[in-house]
């Protein structure tokens, strides 16, 4: 019995394009709602959303049934890759890396000695449903999935030896980094950041790796896709849900004043 197969690295794999939801309420019943909607995938925030190991478990054995699964975590220290990859979570979206380097030593983080420094102890995890899969070490790291985030000037201009780090598998441009990085905080959308993160779309997948990408408009989103884009995250659960109650309030405190 080999390692659980990673329908989100299935995903990839299959060259289709796909779509999904950044989940960013950290609860396990949201996530069942987001879970059950029809999306291909969803992102579990841990980055810019209050997630915690506890929280990102919960979302997980939820959306397990119903849906592919990414996790992000602040930052791909190795003490917290270790105890989300024994919690189950095998595909990441890593923000920040900026070099081939840290590609890395992000892959090196979720590999078992030799080939990387992840510890032994899986058998407390849902990774290997708690010690029943004989063969997870052995084969752990064919269901791993790396997807690094390309979020700055310093990332594009060593795309290519970014991608080819053994261990990536996918590269995903973070547009609202990558342009406050450029100077483009106030205005993300500017022109000269289409067109750069059209481009970098374009080279990630002209290398041969699936490209991803968030954004909300649908106009903004064909445009991705057509320039390369593999999957997209096409919207945010707590981004939705903030817009609605906010536009719900304001209108009937006009209809009733
Ligand atoms: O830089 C970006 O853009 C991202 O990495 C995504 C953001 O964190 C945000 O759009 C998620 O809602």
Redesign the pocket.
Known sequence: MTAPSNPFKAILQSGQKSIGL?M?LCDPYAAEIVGRAGFDWVLI?G??APNDLRSIVGQLQVAEPHVASIVRPPMAEPWLMKQLLDAGVQSFLI?MVNTAEEARAVVAATRYPPDGIRGVGHVLGRASYFGAVPDYIATAADEICIIV?I?SRAAVENLEEILAVDGVDAAFV?????AADCGFAKDMNAPEMQALVAETLGRIKAYGKPAGI?DFPDDAIDGHFENGAQFVAVG?DL?MMAAMLRELASKWKGRIS
Do not use: N, S
């Not at 973070?174 to 990558?178: E, K």
């Open positions: 950044w960013g925030d980055e810019h923000p985030q979020e973070g547009p609202a980094d990558l968030i945010a981004v």
